[in-house]
C-alpha cells in the first residue's frame, strides 16, 4: 500500500476545506441541486411504475387519456419541484451577484481611502517643502552694538528677532533700559512705553500686547510664516478622517522635526495671540519637546494651558492706539 506524502496530506486537508467553506457560502445551491435530483428520481420512478403497471406507448393508437395523467403528474410534481430549484438558484445568483457588488464596493472604498490619503500626503510634504523655503527666505538687518546694520537670513534672523522680542520683555518688566533695543522704530518703542506698567510681573495680556507690538515690528518676515505653520497643522486636522491617531502623530512629528526650537517658541507666543492657532497648537502638542529655559519666563510654558481670557493683536493693539490717543488729548489740554 501506498502512504501518503507529507506534502499530499496538507493539500488534501485544504481541498475539504475550501469545499466545506463553498457548501457554507452556497447552501441555496446545494439545496437547488437536491431538488433538480429529487424531481429526477421521482421521475424516473414514475416512468418505472408505468412500465410495471402493463402501459405502454402505442404510436398508431395513442392513449390520449392516459398520457394526459402522465402529463398534469410529470407538470405538477416534477414540474413543481424543478420549479423550485429554479427559484433557489435565481436567489443563489442574486445573493452572489450581491456578495461580488460588496467587494467591489468595498474594494472601490478602500482605493478611494488610498487616494484620498495619498493626496493628503502629497500635500502634507509640499506644505512642508514650502514651509522651509519660507524660513530660508526671511532676512532682516539687524543694529549691532556699534551701530552698524547686519544682514541676519533664516534661523539665524530668527534668533535675533527672539533676541529683539526677549529685550522688549524685559522693559515691560523693568529688566532692561530703553537703549538695549536697538531694533524697534520709534512708533512701536511709543506702544511698547504705553505696556508698561512700572511693576516687575507681567500679565498675560502685557505678554502678549508686547509680542503684538514685536509682531507688528517683523511682521513681513513673520505673518507669512506662521500663517503657514497654522495651515500645516490645519491640513493635518482636515486630514483625521484619513489617517488614524498614530500617523497623525507621525505627521506632527514630522513638522516638529522640520522646525527648530526658535521657531516652535517663536510659534507658542504667536499662538497665544490666535485662537485657532493657539487651538491646534494645544491639540497636537506642538512644544512638548521644549524645555522651560527656551522661553522668556520659565512659567510662560503653562500659558498654553490656563483658562485665562485669550487675546488677539487686533484687539490689543487697537486698545494701545486708544490709550496713546487719550494719553496725547490729556498732555494737550
Not at 86 to 103: E, I
Not at 106 to 113: C, I, P, R
Not at 218 to 245: S, V, W
Request: proline content about 1%.
Amino acid at each position: 500500500m501506498s502512504k501518503n506524502t507529507p506534502k499530499e496530506e496538507p493539500s488534501k486537508k485544504q481541498g475539504s476545506e475550501k469545499f466545506l467553506n463553498w457548501i457554507k457560502n452556497n447552501p441555496f445551491v446545494i439545496i437547488a441541486a437536491l431538488f433538480v435530483t429529487l424531481g429526477f428520481i421521482v421521475f424516473v420512478t414514475y416512468l418505472i411504475i408505468l412500465f410495471n403497471s402493463g402501459y405502454r406507448v402505442d404510436a398508431a393508437n395513442v392513449d390520449l387519456k392516459g398520457t394526459s395523467y402522465i402529463g398534469d403528474f410529470i407538470g405538477g410534481v416534477v414540474g413543481a419541484i424543478w420549479s423550485l430549484a429554479g427559484v433557489l438558484l435565481l436567489y443563489a445568483a442574486l445573493r452572489f451577484q450581491k456578495r461580488v457588488f460588496d467587494l467591489q464596493r468595498k474594494e472601490m472604498t478602500n482605493t478611494l481611502g488610498v487616494n484620498k490619503l495619498q493626496r493628503f500626503e502629497n500635500t502634507f510634504f509640499q506644505m512642508l517643502d514650502f514651509h522651509k523655503k519660507i524660513t530660508g527666505n526671511m532676512k532682516h538687518d539687524f543694529k549691532e552694538d556699534n551701530g552698524d546694520k547686519k544682514e541676519f537670513q533664516a534661523t539665524q534672523f530668527l534668533e535675533k528677532a527672539f533676541n529683539t522680542f526677549g529685550k522688549m520683555y524685559n522693559y515691560v518688566k523693568n529688566d532692561a533700559e530703553p537703549d538695549e533695543i536697538k531694533n524697534l522704530d520709534d512708533v512701536n518703542f511709543k506702544m511698547l512705553k504705553s505696556v508698561k506698567n512700572g511693576k516687575d510681573k507681567v500679565s498675560k495680556k502685557q505678554l502678549t500686547a508686547v509680542y503684538c507690538i514685536f509682531k507688528k515690528q517683523f511682521g513681513l518676515q513673520l505673518n507669512h510664516y506662521f500663517r503657514f505653520t497654522y495651515n500645516i497643522l490645519a491640513h493635518i486636522k482636515r486630514g483625521e478622517e484619513q489617517i488614524d491617531n498614530f500617523k497623525r502623530k507621525m505627521y506632527v512629528d514630522i513638522l516638529k522635526s522640520s522646525m527648530s526650537n526658535i521657531e516652535i517658541v517663536l510659534s507658542f507666543y504667536d499662538a497665544l495671540s490666535y485662537d485657532d492657532f493657539h487651538n491646534l497648537y494645544k491639540k497636537y502638542n506642538m512644544n512638548s519637546n521644549l524645555s522651560k529655559n527656551e522661553y522668556l519666563k520659565e512659567e510662560h510654558k503653562d500659558l498654553m494651558n490656563t483658562n485665562e481670557e485669550s487675546y488677539t493683536c487686533d484687539k490689543l493693539l487697537k486698545e494701545i492706539g486708544n490709550a496713546e490717543g487719550n494719553e496725547t488729548q490729556n498732555t494737550q489740554s
